[in-house]
């Protein structure tokens, strides 16, 4: 219907075909300014089949919104493609009594380029060929573990179809594939095809790797406190203190008998004692500090045993590591500092942190400062400081290998390059652990009650060995083995195990 001057109606027929018309008035022009418009624009009538579905879409606030109309009580499918081709479920609605209905795609934001949309009426079929979302990922086992393979698909009703390396699995028709206790002639590629009446599509495939079982090794036992681990040489250096004293001990990496190298590493304070917190072992000589923040001592040995020499002591302040021929160390909760590894004179190399946590390797230190919980980074060349991780909400602890920082933050796993720029997460856990290490293949990590290990690159952790609840207080890896202590019977029964690395 036209209404102005002059004023024009065309009775809808039944015998007009679905399509768009040109209205040519024979008087004047045909706009808004002088007619009223009722089911065209401009001058186009565009005739709908009876019962048709329109849509329209607007954006607004970071977010599309599209307009259903139809007839009341009309039952519809919302769909959204990227790419005109494969349509993914977006909402199922009724038209209600006033004829139209809006529904806001929760998917789409402002820097997508093209994103459609189509509704198709409830007896029209909605059905499309399932769409993988997320595909299953590849692991590697040990064998006799639990192994689960899963994915992510858009569409329904399902079948699912596993395979190993492209041959059908029998009776493995289920969205997930899981072995109970894998073996090494499980190892493959894996790929589901997920079908329906629509189509069907063949997941990428996933690999899995399976490494032969082995036993840990137990390399020295009987001892009282075994905690910081240390290797050199070909032998395993570690604390094993007592309530009021403090030793340092030695064994072979291959295990054997056990040697004490120093007792007496410790202070009294306020009616106790503050034994060996600390040790490293490098270039024939161990290091290490004892004491407490408020009255501290960093030392070194002969590995051989014999004398401790007594480098420096300080306050609010602990060791750091021993790089080239240089000592670095904390002290005054404000300061870096370094030292020949021999002993003598300090200087400072940065100031202005309450350095805790802390890593380091040939070319920077890096450390967790206590006031701001953030990550930072000293060039030992340069000695400027940069910030490596920021927008902590507790302190962390850290660990390097040749690529990168890692941190662990209340159980979680995070990483930077060394250079800089994104935080990745490769594990999320709640609560923090003492044992943490990196070869730059793996990231071996303590959980409750087991020792596990992730891909560098991120991935699905894949458990090592079990372990007593709360009984590791040292984790180190060398080319070959991964050690750790244990604890869980008491002092005098400590030990120290090793376990080849996947």
Same mark, same amino acid.
């Given at each position: 219907m036209v209404s102005g001057s002059p004023s024009l109606a065309c009775p809808a027929t039944t015998?007009?075909?679905?399509?768009a018309y040109e209205i040519v008035p024979s008087q004047g022009t045909l706009n808004?300014?002088?007619?009223?418009?009722?089911?065209?624009?401009?001058?186009?009538?565009?005739?709908w089949p009876a019962g048709a579905l329109k849509l329209s879409a607007f954006y607004s606030q970071g977010q599309v919104h599209c307009t259903v109309t139809g007839p009341a009580d009309a039952r519809f499918y919302l769909q959204a493609s990227s790419d005109l081709e494969v349509w993914a479920p977006m909402a199922t609605n009724t038209i209600p009594a006033g004829g139209s209905v809006t529904i806001c795609d929760p998917d789409s934001s402002s820097n997508q380029d093209r994103r459609f949309y189509r509704a198709i009426l409830a007896a029209e079929s909605p059905l499309m060929p399932p769409v993988v979302i997320r595909q299953p990922d590849s692991q590697t086992a040990v064998a006799g573990s639990t192994v689960v393979f899963d994915l992510e698909v858009k569409g329904s009703p399902l079948?699912?179809?596993?395979?190993?390396?492209?041959?059908?699995?029998? #009776?493995?028709?289920?969205?997930?594939l899981q072995f109970a206790s894998v073996q090494l002639a499980d190892a493959g590629h894996y790929t589901v095809v997920i079908s329906n009446a629509a189509g069907s599509v063949t997941s990428l495939a996933a690999a899995l790797k399976v490494v032969p079982a082995t036993t840990a090794v137990l390399i020295a036992s009987a001892l009282n406190n075994p905690s910081f681990l240390a290797i050199d040489g070909g032998n395993l250096f570690f604390a094993d203190?007592?309530?009021?004293?403090?030793?340092i001990k030695t064994v072979s990496q291959n295990g054997g008998s056990v040697a004490t190298l120093y007792n007496g590493v410790v202070l009294p304070e306020n009616g106790g004692y503050r034994c060996l917190g600390y040790l490293l072992a490098e270039g024939s000589k161990v290091y290490g500090h004892y004491g407490s923040y408020d009255n501290m001592n960093i030392f070194s040995g002969p590995e051989s045993g014999g004398t401790l020499t007594t480098l420096v002591s300080l306050? #609010?302040?602990?060791?750091?590591?021993?790089?080239?021929?240089?000592?670095?160390?904390?002290?005054?909760?404000?300061?870096l500092n370094k030292m020949s590894k021999s002993g003598g004179a300090s200087s400072q190399v940065a100031s202005g942190y309450f350095i805790r946590g802390?890593?380091?390797d040939p070319e920077a230190i890096y450390f967790v400062d206590y006031s701001t919980r953030n990550v930072y980074k000293c060039s030992l060349a340069s000695g400027a400081v940069t910030p490596m991780i920021t927008g902590n909400t507790a302190e962390s602890s850290l660990f390097l290998d040749a690529q990168y920082l890692y941190q662990n933050l209340g159980g979680s796993i995070r990483r930077v390059a060394k250079s800089g720029g994104q935080t990745e997460t490769l594990f999320t856990g709640t609560t923090g652990y003492g044992g943490y290490a990196s070869d730059g293949t793996y990231v071996y990590f303590e959980t409750k009650d087991a020792i596990n290990y992730i891909p560098a690159g991120g991935g699905l952790p894949t458990q090592l060995i079990s372990i007593p609840p709360g009984s590791l207080t040292s984790l180190i890896v060398d080319k070959t083995s991964v050690y750790w202590t244990d604890i869980s019977a008491g002092a005098g029964s400590g030990n120290i195990w090793r376990m080849p690395k996947p």
């Amino acid at each position: 219907m036209v209404s102005g001057s002059p004023s024009l109606a065309c009775p809808a027929t039944t015998s007009s075909p679905a399509g768009a018309y040109e209205i040519v008035p024979s008087q004047g022009t045909l706009n808004a300014s002088n007619y009223t418009f009722d089911h065209f624009v401009n001058g186009t009538l565009t005739v709908w089949p009876a019962g048709a579905l329109k849509l329209s879409a607007f954006y607004s606030q970071g977010q599309v919104h599209c307009t259903v109309t139809g007839p009341a009580d009309a039952r519809f499918y919302l769909q959204a493609s990227s790419d005109l081709e494969v349509w993914a479920p977006m909402a199922t609605n009724t038209i209600p009594a006033g004829g139209s209905v809006t529904i806001c795609d929760p998917d789409s934001s402002s820097n997508q380029d093209r994103r459609f949309y189509r509704a198709i009426l409830a007896a029209e079929s909605p059905l499309m060929p399932p769409v993988v979302i997320r595909q299953p990922d590849s692991q590697t086992a040990v064998a006799g573990s639990t192994v689960v393979f899963d994915l992510e698909v858009k569409g329904s009703p399902l079948a699912y179809q596993w395979q190993f390396n492209g041959v059908n699995i029998p #009776g493995a028709t289920s969205p997930t594939l899981q072995f109970a206790s894998v073996q090494l002639a499980d190892a493959g590629h894996y790929t589901v095809v997920i079908s329906n009446a629509a189509g069907s599509v063949t997941s990428l495939a996933a690999a899995l790797k399976v490494v032969p079982a082995t036993t840990a090794v137990l390399i020295a036992s009987a001892l009282n406190n075994p905690s910081f681990l240390a290797i050199d040489g070909g032998n395993l250096f570690f604390a094993d203190n007592t309530a009021s004293d403090g030793i340092i001990k030695t064994v072979s990496q291959n295990g054997g008998s056990v040697a004490t190298l120093y007792n007496g590493v410790v202070l009294p304070e306020n009616g106790g004692y503050r034994c060996l917190g600390y040790l490293l072992a490098e270039g024939s000589k161990v290091y290490g500090h004892y004491g407490s923040y408020d009255n501290m001592n960093i030392f070194s040995g002969p590995e051989s045993g014999g004398t401790l020499t007594t480098l420096v002591s300080l306050r #609010g302040g602990s060791l750091i590591g021993v790089i080239g021929n240089d000592l670095y160390y904390s002290m005054g909760f404000s300061t870096l500092n370094k030292m020949s590894k021999s002993g003598g004179a300090s200087s400072q190399v940065a100031s202005g942190y309450f350095i805790r946590g802390t890593a380091c390797d040939p070319e920077a230190i890096y450390f967790v400062d206590y006031s701001t919980r953030n990550v930072y980074k000293c060039s030992l060349a340069s000695g400027a400081v940069t910030p490596m991780i920021t927008g902590n909400t507790a302190e962390s602890s850290l660990f390097l290998d040749a690529q990168y920082l890692y941190q662990n933050l209340g159980g979680s796993i995070r990483r930077v390059a060394k250079s800089g720029g994104q935080t990745e997460t490769l594990f999320t856990g709640t609560t923090g652990y003492g044992g943490y290490a990196s070869d730059g293949t793996y990231v071996y990590f303590e959980t409750k009650d087991a020792i596990n290990y992730i891909p560098a690159g991120g991935g699905l952790p894949t458990q090592l060995i079990s372990i007593p609840p709360g009984s590791l207080t040292s984790l180190i890896v060398d080319k070959t083995s991964v050690y750790w202590t244990d604890i869980s019977a008491g002092a005098g029964s400590g030990n120290i195990w090793r376990m080849p690395k996947p």
